[in-house]
């Protein structure tokens, strides 16, 4: 049978650091998408975002209670990220940087393109440049450490990211996409899986887990529904979707344990 039309609330979200290419007016950094059993997002930079760190599961959970955080960005405008050092680093090198200012100097900046997926597990430093808008996955948790922010007079966690940062040199690892019914696995982490699907007239979907499921470009209808970018469904497992039109879509689901 298939599932009726149950779209997410989309939830514009301000940002210092916020653009106005998502179409929500100036200054939204972020647009959530779903918040469960994933956090989805899209982000927009006007400007460097600061430079962090998320904590492992198990460092969070000893030091904070939760659990830790996990992500990865699919890359929808170019431009440059953060993602790890340039050079090893030791422990008060790293200190000693995010206090004077210079640590700026030794980050490892990447140049990203559109289609691009770049997964930041626990421990990577990183950091999104200006106008690098991406569409974000990640386990729903808060837990962000911020290294460096560029001289801006927000909270650092400096200690707490040092414990749990990784101080050298992290590539990022490459994509290999696997085929799906409908589309293509373009990651599969131990938390979560994120998939692409191309609609050229008509698309079923049944997924065996839980899925968010995100129009980035195009038009679809869905029953008698007509969906447009960003449009965002949950389909539980099981439940079946057909979509009819030309467009692009991205669906996460998280990985069982």
Partial sequence: MLTPVRPCVLKPVPRIWGGSG?????????????????????LDPADWLSVQVHPP??????????????????????????YGFSRPLDLEEARRR?????????????????????YLPAGVVHALGPGVRV???????????????????????LEKALEVALLEPTPI???????????????????????RYPLKGRLAL???????????????????ETLRPFATLLLEAGEEALLEGEGLLLGASPKAS
């Fill in 22 to 42: 998502l179409g929500f007016g100036p200054g939204i950094g972020e647009v959530w998408l779903c918040e469960a059993p994933l956090l989805v997002k899209l």
């Fill in 57 to 82: 599961h198990a460092y969070a959970l000893k030091v904070e209670g939760k659990p830790g955080k996990y992500e990865a960005w699919y890359v929808l405008s170019p431009g440059e990220i953060v």
């Fill in 98 to 118: 995010a206090q004077e200012g210079t640590l700026d100097e030794v980050l490892n900046r990447v140049r990203v393109a559109p289609g691009q997926v770049v």
């Fill in 135 to 157: 569409y974000e996955v990640q386990t729903p948790s808060d837990l962000t450490y911020r290294l460096y922010d560029y001289g801006r007079p927000r909270e650092l966690h």
């Fill in 173 to 195: 690892p490459p994509v290999f996409p696997e085929p799906v019914p409908g589309g293509e696995r373009l990651l599969s982490t131990p938390y979560f899986r994120l998939d």
């Fill in 206 to 224: 049944r997924p065996e887990a839980p899925l968010v499921l995100t129009l980035l470009a195009g038009e679809a209808a869905l029953g008698e």
